[in-house]
C-alpha cells in the first residue's frame, strides 16, 4: 500500500504539468496531457518486477538479467523512445517530448526522496555512477505530497474547466 500514495503522485504532477502545458500551447489537448501523465509513470515500469521477478527472468532467458535500469534516464529515455513509436510519425516528435517530460518531473521528485544513506539512486546509471546527495524531503510512503500534488491538481483542474468555460458562455 505504500507505493500507492509514491504511484498517485506522479500521475497528479503529472496531470498538473501537462495540463499547464496546454495553457501555453494551443495545439495541446487532453491527449497530449494523458501522455505527460504516461511518462511520469514511465520510471516505475520497473515495478514489472512484481510479476516477472529478476531471477525468473535470468532462468527463462539464461543470462544475468534486472528490471533495476528502467528506473534511471537511460531506463526512461528507453521506454520513452518505444512509446514514442505506438504514435502516428507526425506525431512521434511531440510524443516523445511530452513522455520525457513526464519522466523528468518523476526522476526530480525520486531526488527529494529520504534516503538511509543521505544520497539519492544513481539517476544517471550506466553512464555515471555518482549518486547526488538527496534533498530528504519526504519518504516514498508518505501521504502528504500525495495531498499536495492532489490539491495542485484540484486548483489547475478548476482553472482548466473555468478555461473552457469561459469561450461557451461568451456566445451566449
Known amino acids: 500500500m505504500t507505493d500507492v500514495a509514491d504511484v498517485l503522485t506522479h500521475v497528479l504532477v503529472g496531470y498538473v504539468i501537462g495540463t499547464l502545458l496546454t495553457f501555453r500551447v494551443e495545439s495541446l489537448g487532453q491527449a497530449h496531457v494523458a501522455l505527460v501523465v504516461i511518462g511520469a509513470l514511465s520510471p516505475d515500469f520497473v515495478k514489472i518486477q512484481l510479476l ?3 531471477g525468473f527472468v535470468a532462468w527463462t532467458l539464461g543470462v544475468p538479467f534486472s528490471w533495476s535500469p528502467l528506473h534511471t534516464v537511460a531506463g526512461s529515455v528507453l521506454v520513452i523512445g518505444l512509446g514514442s513509436l505506438l504514435v502516428a510519425p507526425a506525431q512521434r516528435k511531440r510524443a516523445l517530448a511530452l513522455l520525457a517530460v513526464g519522466a523528468l518531473s518523476h526522476h526530480v521528485l525520486d531526488l527529494l526522496l529520504l534516503t538511509p544513506t543521505g544520497e539519492s539512486y544513481a539517476v544517471f546509471w550506466p553512464l555515471l555512477e555518482y549518486r547526488f546527495p538527496s534533498a530528504d524531503l519526504y519518504l516514498s510512503s508518505d501521504r502528504w505530497p500525495a495531498v499536495v500534488a492532489g490539491c495542485c491538481a484540484l486548483v489547475v483542474w478548476l482553472v482548466d ?7 461557451e458562455t461568451a456566445h451566449e
Request: net charge positive; no cysteine.
Open 52 to 54: 516477472f521477478p529478476d
Open 161 to 167: 474547466r473555468s478555461r473552457t468555460a469561459a469561450p
